[in-house]
């Protein structure tokens, strides 16, 4: 999994563009699904699925990076499972593989800005002290003179919150801050990520979007992260450049009247950008590597409705190798958790899938790539998808299975968002468990995995995460369990595959996955949107498709 979110906007535009419209709900599942999937008997094995996370995560794979030796056995390694199967090659023109072209950036040199203000002033900007400035997909080198800064707000647009109003930033740089208002509630929503925010300057014309980060050590991993490579899908949209200030900088720059503007955007909606009554200049100059990626698709052709899509998703990627290796002489980050177990539970769904009743409706299995650099493989699947997203039922994410003992919870991020967690829940009932949220709100963990870019293009998604309330000592014992998880293996070199996994809490959750998804399958329905979910307009706007 990763921890920022995706820069996903052409289908994001849709999303919010049709917000004001009234959710149309969705019929429950019909009994016969229901009954079918209850009464199936899926046959998961912990032993397989150790097997191939040892095979995923070992050395030879070399951290699984996008386009290396490690996609190469890794998807080789996925192709002869499904094969073996039976299953379908499920890519365009019988291919097992949809090609992900990827684009890494990396600075040449530390890019220079510069801002004049009414007094005609130049003032020099410090890259990583006053500012950060990365370039935008199009273009690695940009230069710019002076092009007029306005302040956005929020740089939000929706139906109850309009930053924007009338306003054209054609050739304008807008800074926006991070985040979004407490009207808006403490939990990250969609309105606040960077997905959105880019998508509105955009669509106004802006060729700069810089974030105003307000905070110390939010500023501080900003500069952090300025210097490192940055991937993108080739093609992408963008502004010409990207960046971030911090409050003393726009301070400097704005003055009295960007501090009154700052106070009222924190409150309210401004409703139309504020003049800063300075022009920037910016020169940044950026190498580019083109990097030859694949998702690999897979899937079981639906028996009655077979142009109708159910899909389970799990990135096979991960982060490569260290720059130095540690005192042990370690220097692969082998991602046994992340994600090679989550790849393990697509294989095994699959061989589940395949052993049980046959799915009425097509059961696609899809590997996205890239993930761990911005969500680009599901992106770019979205962005083009094999099979139409108005005619896919639903997206079902693998990421990261719950190592743990047997629990009370079924966790999943983003708990009221879609139907799906209703019949998820009728089944958890069966097992004495409960479906709750992750227990971290506040992260925005939905927008910042695989299901999301599905999300983004209407279609009901869920993804399970490790439960906290263990059956032997309850959240006491469970939250300090899986918060030490977290600190020990994520990203960390230490997440090799490991012959102890308790794998009781991942078996439980992959038997619910499956009748999940079968009822999807089997269900004349399609799950819908809860009536609050920001995805549910793009949804409605082709409900014709399903008819």
Known sequence: MILRRSSFVALAALVLAA????????????????????????????????????????????????????????????????????????????????????????????????????????????????ITLRAGAADPVVKIAGAPLVFAGYGISGPTWDDYGTADLTGKVVVVLRGQPDSMGADPNFYGSTTHKMQEALKRGAVGVITLQDQDGRWRRAVGGAARPQMTIKGAEDARFNGAINLATATAIGGAPFGAALAKAKVGALGGTVDLAARLDVD???????????NLLAKIPGTERPDEYVFYSAHWDHVGKARQPNADGDDIFNGAWDN????????????????????KRTVVFLHVTAEEQGLLGSEAYAADPVYPLAKTAADINIDMLPFTPATRDVAIFGIGKS?????LARFAEVQGRVVTGDGYPQEGFYYRSDHFNFAAGGVPALMPWTGRDFVEGGIDVGKPYYEGQMERYYHKLTDEW??????????????????????????????????????????????????
């Not at 009954?35 to 191939?52: C, N, Y």
């Not at 090679?340 to 799915?359: D, N, Q, V």
């Not at 499956?514 to 995805?535: C, H």
């Open 19 to 130: 917000c004001a419209t009234t959710p149309v709900a969705g019929p429950a599942p019909q009994a016969d699904a229901f009954a079918v999937a209850s009464a199936a008997t899926p046959q998961f094995s912990a032993q397989r699925l150790s097997d191939h996370i040892k095979y995923l995560a070992s050395d030879q794979m070399e951290g699984r990076f996008p386009g290396l030796v490690g996609e190469r056995l890794t998807l080789a390694y996925l192709q002869a499972q499904y094969e073996a199967m039976g299953l379908e090659p499920g890519g365009r023109d019988g291919s097992w593989l949809q090609p992900v072209d990827l684009v890494r950036f990396t600075p040449q040199r530390a890019p220079t800005a510069a801002w004049t203000g009414l007094d005609a002033a130049r003032h020099v900007l410090t890259s990583g002290e006053d």
């Open 340 to 359: 090679a177990s989550g790849t393990a539970g697509l294989i095994e769904m699959a061989r589940a899938f395949k052993a049980g009743p046959a799915p």
């Open 284 to 294: 940044i100059a950026e190498t580019t590597e083109v990097i030859h990626s694949n």
């Open 498 to 547: 490991r012959a102890d996994y308790d794998f009781t809490a991942a078996l439980q959750n992959l038997d619910l996955l499956y009748r999940l998804g079968l009822t999807v399958a089997d269900s004349e329905s399609w799950p819908a949107w809860k009536p609050t979910a920001e995805f549910n307009p793009i949804r409605d706007r082709t409900a014709d498709q399903r008819r």
């Open 419 to 423: 139907e799906l967690e209703d019949t």
